[in-house]
Every structure is written in C-alpha cells, then in structure tokens.
C-alpha cells in the first residue's frame, strides 16, 4: 500500500473566495468542464505516454483524474522490425500496421505540468 | 438512440427494498447509468476525435484555486487511490532520466552452465517466494527469460528468439539457453497456471492469503503441461549428450528433474509429494552457481497492466527457499494422510484432522489448503463410498441417533409411501438439505487462514440459531410419526423428548460459539480488561454443552434398553461406540468449563485489586462496549446468552482472597482429572483416529496450562499474603503497584487458546 502523500490537488489552498462569487466568464469555464466529465480524454504527456481514460475530476492547475485508464507507448525500433518481419513472411501487401503498447492501470492523476496535449473522443 | 437505451437500462438496475444494502445498491445504480449517460452521449454518434488542448487549458486557468469541477459520484477518498504519474513511488512506467524503458540484457545470448544453473536456481526462489502470496510481477516475472517467453509480441510455440531470427547452429552455451533453460521457464510457468488453477478452484482470500493477479499476461496458453514435460525431456536428452562439465551437468539434470517432478505432481491426482521434497536435499550443488543478476530485473513492472506503485523484488535466503519447498510438500503429503479412507468414515475424526492440518507448524500455505479442500469438496464425495450425505447422516447418527431408525440407512431405501420409515427419511432429507451449506462450512472454513475461521464462525452462530428454528419444526413433525421416547423432565416438572435433530443443531451452534472466543483469544482481539468476561462467557458455553450432552446421554441409555436382543449386533455397537464417544465429549466440555473459570475468576481477582484495568475511557459506556464486543451472540433467539447484569452479578468480589485462590485451585485439579481420563482414551473411543499425536500434543499443552494457572495463583497469594491482604473481602483491597501483570501474545503460550496471565512482584 503506498503511503498518504499529497496529490497535486490537495496542495492548493482556497482563497476563500465561493464559487458563486466568480465571474460569468468562470462560470462558462465551469461549464464547459463540466461537460467534459466522464468523456474518455487522450492526455499525451512530456515523456511520450499517451493515457486514455474517463475524466473525473480537474481543477485549475490543469490537473487531472482519470479512470479505467490505459496507458499507451510509441514502438520501439525492435517492436517496428519485428511487425515488419511478420508482415513480410505473412505475405501482405500494403504498409506495416505496428501497435502501440498498451497496459491498463486504473485510477490515475495526471499533474498539469506534463501535459501536451490534450484530445477528448467523440 | 442506442446509447440512451443503454443508459436507461443501467438505471433500472435498482434493487428494490427498505433492506440496509438496498440503499448501496441503489446508490451504485444510479452513479452507473450518470456514468453511462455523459460517456455515452457523443453528439452524432462518430468516434472522432478533438484537440483540445488550449481550450481546456483557458478553462482550467479560470478556476479559483482550490476548485474542483469533478463527477459529482466521485469521492476524493477515491481520489486518494490515484495512481500518480511521473512520481517514481507511484508510475510503475515512469523512466528516469539517463536510464532505459527496458533492461539492457539480451535473452537470447548464449550463457555458461554455472550461470543457466545460477538463474534456474533464482526461479526456484522466486516460486517459493509466490507460494507465500507475493504477486508475480514481484516474483517469477521479474526473469527477463520468463518476461520474452510470456511477452505479448510473442506467438506459439514460444521461442526466446522472435520471429525469424531463429539461430540455426547454435553453440553450447546458446543451447543451455533455448533448449534448457526454456524448457526450465515453460514448465514452471506451466506450473504456475496449475497451482493457480488448484487455489482459484477452492475458497481463499485474495491478497489476504495469495495474489492470483497476472498482470495482463497469459500463461502460454497453447502450451499444455504434456508439452512441457516434452521439452524438459529433449533438453534431459540434450545435456546428456552436451559438452558440458560432469558436475554441472549433474547440477542442471537435477534442476529439469525437480520442474519435469513438480509438474508431474500437480497434474496427476495421486502422487507422491515426497520425491519433490527428496530433491530439495540434493542442492547441494547450488554452491557452484555463478549469479548473473541482470537476468532479473523489476523494471519489467512498466510494461506489465498494474493498478498498484512499483514493488520491490523479494528477497529471502536461497536456505529459507529450500525451507519453503520442504513445507510445502510436507504439507500436501499430510494431506493426503489426514484425509485417507479409515479418518473419512468418522465425520468427527475428519473434523479433528482438518483442525489438525490447519495447525500445523509454520501454517500451511494457500496452495497446501486449497489442495485439502480439492480432497474433500471437488468430487460429489468426501471419500469412496462416502457421500456428503452419508457423512453427514453418520455424524448425526454418531452424535444423538445412534441405533435409531430414522437415521438408519436402511430406513432411506423404503419405497412403500404408507411406511412411516419412507415419510421421516423425507422429513430428515429436506432438514438435511437445509443445514448442508452450514455443515459443510465446519469442514471447509477451518481451511481457510485463522482469522477468517474466526470471524465465519461468528456468521455461523447466527445461521445455526435459525436452523435450529427448522429443526424444532422437523422434530415435532417426526415425532408426530414415529413418537420417541419421553423421559421425565431434566430440571422441573414435566416430561421431555430427545428432539434429536435440535439437539443436535444446538450442538454445533454451542461449539461454534465456544470456538469463536477460543478463535478469538488466539488472534488477540481481547484487551488484558476483556478476559475476565470472554473466559466467564465460555464458561457458560461450555456448561450449556456439557447439559446438552447430558440430555442426549439419558435418551442413549433409554434407547439401549430398546433394543432387541435378537436383532443383529450392530445397533448395540453403534451404540456402544456412541456411548464412549459422548462420554469424551463430556469430559472435554467439563475440562473447557473448569479451565475457563479458573481463568475468570484469575482475571476478575486481578481487576478488583485494580491489578489490570481499562484505560481511562471519559466517554465509553458499559453497556454499549458490551454490545459491541457480544454483537455476534446478541441475535440469539434460543437459549439466549446472559446479560452484562447477569454477568456483573455473577461476580465474586465478596469472597477473601485466599477463598477465591483455594477455589481456583480445586477447579484446576477438577480440569487436571478431565486431562487424565482424556489421555487414557483410544483413538476409536475419542475419534482422534489419524491425529493421534496431536491429541497427545494438545493434552500436554493442556496439563502445562494449568500447572500455569495453579502457579500464578500461587504467586498472587503469596504477594497478597505479604501485603496482609489474604484474608478481606477484595473489593476492599488494592494491590495496585504492587504487582505488575502481563499477559503472553499468542505463539508465546503453552496453548495458543489459553492466555494465562503471567504475574509479578513489582520490586518496591
């Protein structure tokens, strides 16, 4: 079991300030988030991982909770040789379909600092 | 559209009722369909996909700090479960800079004997280690040779080598590699898929007793264990032949020997486990294994699907792994022993043999366990010839029916309708239908590990008391029948029936109430303040049964009488055994009777001379700690258990010291007698039969306990004398500060379900 730390999201401080003082332009930020809760959401990160999971939870640091998650790796060099290889001694024809690899992790945070760039399904 | 239907089934996945679970259930429903609901709603239905990288990123700039726009079901408790990424202590996948994704170690390379010897040992470890419980990414994949063979890229019939790249002439030392140590990996894994088989077939606890978690990854499922056994074959043929150094050659048959034996074992149902132990002794050449540690390596966590944080690789001593084999096998030969067909025929001798394997020493492992329980539960029967129904016919026979005809099985075969035989074999059929399940339980749940048997039983009593609603139905329904014999009341007026079947109910639900605080005081979940009430509440249990006994005795003798001579011997035998058996029975309850209430009136003398009690509590209230602690005994409906008043008057704070400890001690020689005529028992009277020295064993434990307790009173008195405290009332007295108390932690007593406190002079 890992032991209590900080998340990102429990290291901020409220500034006191209640969400029905904020402007009509938070509001629409709001809004918009909002909508985006429980779409499946791309988040490709400074390292070159791509997670893909259900958006749970943000918050103004950009930082992200996402469920069911998977996490998704470019090929290395021996992955593209060796679908290369099968490709040819299958015998097809056309270019060399290789997959990403994929594993499934669960519940992740992503901090906002290592995002990218950021895509939602649908 | 599609998607709203779906998300409209989801929420009529409700379940209907005011019952406590009803609300979780409910609540879980609805968080399932909002979820199905905002997932499933994409505008139009395409599976395109939108940057939206800027737009969120203004967005989330516009909260205030500290604000949170989250799915209204999602809980930050959860949260707090949340993988981090890029934390080294959290990302399995995080790479740090100036290191490599993968370890840097091609499979593939030819090694020398002394280092394939080296890793062939290391997964010997690694598998001793996993029977323990350690998850296989902590354990056997952590072998990169392990880790290629099982990799997802990999395709039957899988080669070290992928693909084409397939090394047509290959040096010695690539041989040791792609045909010994593979075939070394293949049938281990193989074995692994077996054992898993064998536990997941069975009860267990998951992480509690064993992580069946494989991480994403298949068990080389085109690979049969013939195959295996195959390979190891052509790799024995291979080393025969190789040039390779005599010793080692010797070392590394002995490896493919031990996996092509432990494969063959886990396969077939009757084998002997001993050969596998008898090759543990032959490790000596271990010694000449040349570690090659970049073989292993827990970076194979960042590719493996886990929910948890990067786990450190186990380590324990290659001696303590032979140890571990050396148990293991053990435990599986005992095993069979216990479970063999002269114990099968006495339920109650089974009973006593499943305890016994349960407290072997050290504990047998998962495996160990679910191998008993595939003995006894995988088939249709306990034993040849012995369905669970006989068994539990004979062990109702045993204990309150003997010689009767409603549990002969005769009695069953009667096809006439009008032969009141025929209508009480029906009756006892459905009441034996309805107590299966618990019954069973007694047998299967002392498989499982202590603290589960603890706290089953607790749910047991409560099942048992409902049971024995049914039962008193079914007893009155028989006796409308066959009438039984009535007798003249126990205490009071009135006369009474055996009603056998209640009875025999009562039985078990007592016993299992005994045992949930024996259970209890093992896994220490009494404070040192406790043990005065829990020893006077087994005192009371065992009193219950020991009248119980009693009654059921009265009606064997008035049966016995019955019989007729004519008829042939074996209602009397049956009789007679049953007889003996119940007077065991008896003198054990008496034994259970006396010893706790020696011990409760040691532990309530020492809490009214303020000697041991409770922390200062401000706000703790009597009467609810007590519904906590007695929650499992409170629902009773028959024969309900005494109140806290009843336990409180109970007391005997009145009585002097000297009083009190003369009476212990007169109580502690009662118990000792009970030891004595226990020990003269043959295995056939007391139905210890396979378990005979545990019997023993036990009984030493037993006598040593009491000796104890006789000690500590001794000791009390003394320090009491001392003080001129020997002859006033206690409650009167205080010995606080002049004697400290401390009370043995379970593995530290003469018998684990006996804590006797251990007492001292404080040296003023």
């Known amino acids: ?122 | 559209m599609p998607e709203d239907d779906l998300a409209d089934e989801a929420s009529h996945l409700t379940i209907d009722g005011d019952n406590p679970n009803g609300d979780d259930i409910g609540f879980a429903a609805k968080r399932l369909a909002h979820e199905a609901r905002k997932t499933l709603s994409s505008g139009g239905g395409s599976r395109g996909i939108r940057d939206v990288t800027q737009e969120f990123a203004a967005a989330a700039k516009l909260l205030q700090p500290g604000q949170l726009v989250k799915d209204e079901y999602f809980t930050l408790f959860e949260a707090v479960g949340a993988l981090e990424i890029m934390d080294p202590k959290m990302d399995s996948g995080y790479v740090p800079p100036g290191d490599t994704l993968e370890p840097d170690f091609d499979v593939c390379k030819g090694l020398p004997a002394e280092q394939v010897l080296w890793i062939m040992d290391e997964l010997l470890r690694l598998t001793a280690v996993w029977h323990d419980g350690y998850p296989l990414s902590q354990t056997i994949f952590t072998s990169l040779h392990v880790d290629r063979l099982l990799s997802p890229d990999n395709r039957p019939p899988y080669h070290l080598f992928y693909g084409d790249t397939a090394l047509l002439v290959m040096t010695t030392e690539q041989r040791l590699v792609h045909i010994v140590l593979r075939a070394y990996c293949i049938a281990l894994v193989k074995s692994c898929a077996l054992v898993l088989h064998t536990i997941q077939s069975q009860n267990f606890y998951e992480e509690e007793d064993f992580v069946t978690h494989l991480f994403g990854r298949e068990l080389l499922p085109s690979t049969g264990a013939n195959d295996a056994v195959k390979l190891i074959d052509e790799a024995v043929k291979f080393l025969d032949g190789a040039d390779v150094d005599k010793v080692m050659r010797t070392a590394l048959l002995e490896r493919l020997q031990f996996a092509r034996t432990y494969i063959s074992l886990l396969v077939s149902d009757s084998a002997d486990w001993n050969t596998l132990a008898a090759m543990g002794r032959s490790a000596e050449t271990h010694k000449l294994a040349q570690p090659i540690l970049e073989a292993f390596s827990d970076k194979v966590q960042r590719q493996l699907a886990t929910s948890t944080p990067p786990r450190p690789m186990i380590i324990i001593s290659w001696d303590e792994a032979l140890e571990r084999w050396k148990a293991i096998c053990a435990d599986i030969v005992e095993a069979d022993r216990l479970t063999c067909f002269d114990v099968c025929q006495s339920p109650h001798a089974l009973h006593r043999a499943i305890w016994a394997f349960a407290y072997r020493e050290p504990q047998p492992n998962t495996f160990a366990r679910a191998y008993l329980q595939t003995i006894l539960f995988a088939s249709e029967q306990i034993t040849e010839g012995m369905a669970f129904f006989d068994l539990m016919l004979t062990d109702m026979r045993d204990l309150v029916l003997a010689g009767d005809v409603l549990v002969d099985p005769h009695s069953f075969l009667v096809e006439i309708p009008s032969d009141p035989r025929h209508k009480c074999s029906r009756i006892v059929e459905t009441f034996m239908d309805k107590a299966f399940d618990e019954y069973m339980n007694l047998y299967r749940m002392v498989c499982q590990n202590r603290c589960r048997i603890r706290r089953t039983f607790t749910q047991s009593v409560a099942i048992f008391d409902s049971l024995e609603t049914e039962a008193m139905r079914t007893d009155a329904e028989l006796d409308g029948i066959t009438p039984g014999i009535v007798l003249a009341g126990e205490d009071g007026p009135g006369n009474v029936t055996l009603t056998p079947l209640t009875s025999w109910v009562k039985y078990y639900k007592l016993q299992t109430m005994a045992w949930t605080i024996q259970l209890g005081f093992e896994t220490d979940i009494y404070l040192p303040h406790e043990l005065s009430m829990m020893y006077w509440y087994l005192m009371v249990f065992a009193r219950r049964e020991r009248k119980l006994l009693e009654h059921i005795e009265r009606f064997l003798a008035a049966r016995q009488k019955t019989f007729v001579s004519s008829r042939d011997a074996r209602q009397d035998d049956e009789a007679a055994a049953s007889q003996e058996w119940l007077a065991v029975l008896h003198k054990q309850a008496d034994f259970t009777a006396l010893l706790s209430s020696a011990l409760w009136q040691v532990s309530e003398l020492l809490m009214t001379l303020c000697i041991l009690q409770p922390a200062k509590r401000d706000y703790a209230q009597e009467q609810l700690l007590y519904d906590v602690r007695m929650k499992s005994y409170l629902g009773i409906a028959h024969d309900p258990i005494p109140t806290l008043e009843e336990y409180k008057s109970a007391t005997q704070s009145d009585r002097s010291i000297e009083d009190t400890c003369n009476n212990i001690n007169g109580t502690i020689a009662d118990a000792k007698s009970c030891l004595a005529y226990m020990k003269k028992t043959t295995p056939e009277q007391g139905k210890y039969i396979g378990t005979g020295e545990q019997w023993k064993r036990e009984i030493k434990q037993l006598e040593t306990t009491c000796v104890a307790v006789a000690v500590q009173t001794s000791q009390l008195r003394r320090v009491a004398d001392k003080h001129g405290k020997l002859l006033g009332a206690p409650r009167d007295q205080s010995l606080k500060g002049a004697v400290e108390v401390s009370i043995p932690p379970a593995g530290s007593r003469y018998h684990d379900w006996w804590v006797v406190p251990q007492i001292r002079e404080k040296k003023t």
Request: charged share 25%; proline share 3%; net charge neutral.
């Open chain 1, 1 to 122: 079991m890992h032991s209590i730390r900080t998340s990102p999201l429990s290291r901020q401080r409220g500034n006191g300030m209640a969400d029905g003082e904020a402007n009509p332009h938070s509001v629409q930020a709001v809004q918009y988030l909002d909508d985006l809760l429980n779409k499946t959401l791309h988040l490709h990160i400074t390292d070159g991982r791509m997670f893909v999971g259900q958006l749970k939870c943000t918050d103004n640091e950009r930082n992200i909770i996402l469920a069911m998650t998977h996490e998704y790796r470019q090929p290395s060099q021996a992955d593209v040789k060796l679908a290369a290889e099968r490709h040819e001694k299958g015998g097809f024809a056309g270019n060399v379909k290789v997959d990403m690899r994929k594993r499934f992790l669960g519940l992740v945070v992503v901090p906002g600092q290592y995002i990218e760039k950021m895509e939602v399904e649908g």
